[in-house]
């Protein structure tokens, strides 16, 4: 009869059903398989692409007859563009000034560095490099743009993203209201035990701590805070390693002529 | 009656017999399919990939970066890709990549990176060749980018 369920229509069916999970299987398995993140240390690779190029740079490197020696950075030179430290990086009377913006290394005396981004420098001499003496170098060298410093502040996208993501539903007005109850009431008593408060004052108090205690969650807070923070600290509290903490090999000339090894350490904060 | 029964069973045996040839070629395709399918789509994703805003931007920036490392002078020269073109522009020591795939299921959308070089700022539109300088005239070393294009796929 016309209507009736029978066996092949009950195979169809299944048929169709089988058919379409396949398909919405391998297209997820496909999609999965794809997939490539591209996540790559960026301030890593900034921080090497900066040390190469500070070690080409014609301010610091050593030069006879018109040659250039790329790895063999003059003394001389590093004495007038960095602080110079004859106690290592240990030496935090003397390097504490280089965190000092008055100490900064601006763009006339090295044009190299990126975009609001503190690149702090450290060369040091290994060949004299002891316990009781470490020739070393240090400063920090900036290129800031103010407005977008302004625009682009992991402060202000920080609130940005506690705003998107503030809670509008009806549970969460409920949670609100409640806590600013509970924390009324809680200041009003408070409040009247305390001269001079009273229960007014108590009540709105307790009300405000309470709206606000429930205004985001931790994991709101967190997450905003992950977001937003810059990615070389992300990767500092992640790896427990600052970025290029090992540094470039070089070669230090000094003016008698005597040649030492060092390497060239560069850190990178990117503000933005 | 007997007659309308053997009819009405050896229809059934038949469809069933239908049935079965149509799942069997069903399935042997959907096999070949997936094979073919998957092949095709990793390639479109790794082209899309390799030619991407995002890849583009950051081989550039790195490669901008790279061209401090010469203490005299250099010449690179970059093609991302031959049918591909871009839009770029620079200020700030940040370029912003834009690439123009000519698909439409393919969105467009540009990607930032920074570069450490003293490069001044440039804007190149519909260009896939790059020509990345550093120059030294009179003692004096600078930087200098042009862009061109190696083939109108766009």
Redesign the interface.
Same mark, same amino acid.
């Given at each position: 009869m016309k209507g009736d369920i029978t066996i092949?229509v009950i195979? +169809?069916g299944l @048929?169709a059903i089988g =058919?379409a999970a $396949?398909a919405v299987y $391998?297209l997820f398995k =496909?999609f999965q /398989? =794809?997939q490539?993140l591209?996540f790559?240390t960026q301030t890593e #690779? &900034?921080a090497i @692409? *900066?040390a190469?190029?500070l070690? +080409?740079? /014609?301010k610091l490197?050593y030069e006879k007859d018109g040659i250039? !020696? #790329?790895g063999m950075l003059n003394a001389s030179k590093l004495d007038d563009i960095f602080k110079k430290s004859y106690k290592g990086f240990n030496d935090t009377d003397n390097f504490k000034n280089v965190f000092d913006p008055s100490y900064w290394i601006t763009q006339d005396k090295i &044009? *190299?560095? !990126?975009?609001n981004?503190l690149s702090l420098i450290l060369i040091i001499d290994l060949d004299d490099c002891n316990k009781d003496r470490c020739v070393a170098w240090g400063g920090i060298a900036t290129?800031l743009?103010a407005l /977008?410093l302004a625009v682009n502040n992991p402060l202000i996208n920080f609130g940005k993203c506690l705003v998107q993501s503030f809670d509008v539903s009806r549970g969460h007005l409920e949670k609100t209201v409640g806590a600013c109850a509970a924390g009324g009431g809680l200041g009003a008593v408070i409040g009247s035990v305390i001269p001079g408060i009273g229960t007014a004052i108590g009540a709105a108090i307790g009300c405000g701590v309470g709206v606000i205690a429930t205004l985001w969650t931790p994991e709101e807070i967190g997450n905003c805070f992950m977001k937003n923070i810059p990615e070389s600290i992300k990767m500092w509290v992640e790896t427990d390693n600052p970025v290029s903490h090992k540094g470039v090999p070089i070669n230090i000339i000094y003016d008698d002529g005597s040649i030492h090894k060092g390497r060239l350490i560069v850190s990178l904060l /990117?503000l933005v | 009656m007997v007659l309308v029964k053997l009819v009405k069973k050896s229809k059934s045996q038949l469809e069933v017999k239908w049935f079965l040839a149509i799942f069997i070629v069903t399935v042997i395709t959907l096999l070949i399919l997936t094979n073919i399918i998957s092949t095709t789509l990793t390639r479109l994703y790794q082209e899309v990939a390799e030619s991407s805003s995002e890849n583009v931007a950051i081989q550039l920036s790195s490669l901008m970066s790279a061209a401090g490392s010469a203490p005299d002078r250099i010449d690179i020269e970059y093609v991302p890709s031959e049918g591909v073109l871009y839009d770029v522009s620079a200020s700030g020591r940040k370029i912003e990549v834009l690439a123009k795939f000519s698909p439409i299921y393919i969105q467009k959308m540009p990607f930032e990176s920074k570069f450490c070089t003293n490069f001044a700022d440039f804007k190149f539109n519909d260009v896939n060749k790059f020509s990345i300088q550093k120059i030294k005239e009179n003692g004096v070393s600078y930087y200098k980018i042009s862009a061109g294009r190696v083939r109108n796929e766009g």
């Open positions: 092949n195979m +169809s @048929f =058919v $396949f $391998f =496909v /398989e =794809v490539t591209n790559q #690779r &900034d @692409f *900066l190469n190029a070690i +080409s740079h /014609e490197i250039k !020696y #790329r &044009d *190299l560095g !990126y975009t981004t290129n743009n /977008e /990117e | -």
